[in-house]
Structure formats: structure tokens, C-alpha cells
């Protein structure tokens, strides 16, 4: 069974960076993708970045492309991702997911989550 527990989360100024990152423990499958997805108060749940644990394909939501980097580490089976750039508009609690379903930025496809980790953005 895969685990996911992100961390990294945190405050900072607008125009600054955090790296969030995300251990996956139990992860069998190299065909497991893996998404970062965020959520606001009072908002849905949206999608923010995936890669593909087994060919390095990634892909971004329009709001963060550009500014925020997703990548990983097969060995230390690690899934990271850096925010540059970041503006108020970006706070959010921030959730790491994975799924064997395949390519997908809907959180319905994505069985396994993590605990979520907030970032705060100030003006």
C-alpha cells in the first residue's frame, strides 16, 4: 500500500520560493503517476502539476506554469515541488497524490493522498 506524507510547507513573502516535497513509501509500480493538487478555503480541490514516475512527463496547471517545477528522485523515492515566484493567490494547503490510473489532473482519479501541507503566501 502506498503512503504519501509531504512536507516543506511554510510562510513567505510574495516573489519568494518553498520547496515542498513528498516521500512515497510501498510505491511497486513505475507506471504510478504522481500529481501535486492544492486547496483554498472554501474552494475545490485543483490541480497543480504531475509527472510520470516512469518517464519523467510532466505537466502543469496554466495558473503555475512556468514559476513552479515538479521532479523526483527514483532512489530516494522522493517527488519534489519547487515554487517560484509565489504570490498571495498561491496560498493553499498543498496535497501530494499518486494514481496507477494513468495521466489524469482530475483528484477523482487519484486513490492515494497525503496529509497536506500549508503554504501561506504574504503581500
Known amino acids: 500500500q502506498v503512503q504519501l506524507v509531504e512536507s516543506g510547507g511554510g510562510l513567505v513573502q510574495a516573489g519568494g520560493s518553498l520547496r515542498l516535497s513528498c516521500a512515497a513509501s510501498g510505491l511497486t509500480s513505475s507506471r504510478y503517476i504522481m500529481g501535486w493538487f492544492r486547496q483554498a478555503p472554501g474552494m475545490e480541490r485543483e490541480f497543480v502539476a504531475y509527472?510520470?514516475?516512469?518517464?519523467?512527463?510532466?505537466y502543469y496547471a496554466d495558473s503555475v506554469k512556468g514559476r513552479f517545477t515538479v521532479s523526483r528522485d527514483n532512489a530516494k523515492k522522493m517527488v519534489y515541488l519547487q515554487m517560484n515566484s509565489l504570490q498571495p493567490e498561491d496560498t493553499a494547503v498543498y496535497y501530494c497524490?499518486?494514481?496507477?490510473?494513468?495521466?489524469?489532473?482530475?483528484?477523482?482519479?487519484?486513490?492515494?493522498w497525503g496529509q497536506g501541507t500549508q503554504v501561506t503566501v504574504s503581500s
Open positions: 509527472i510520470s514516475w516512469h518517464d519523467d512527463r510532466t
Open positions: 497524490a499518486g494514481t496507477s490510473y494513468g495521466i489524469a489532473t482530475a483528484p477523482r482519479f487519484y486513490r492515494t
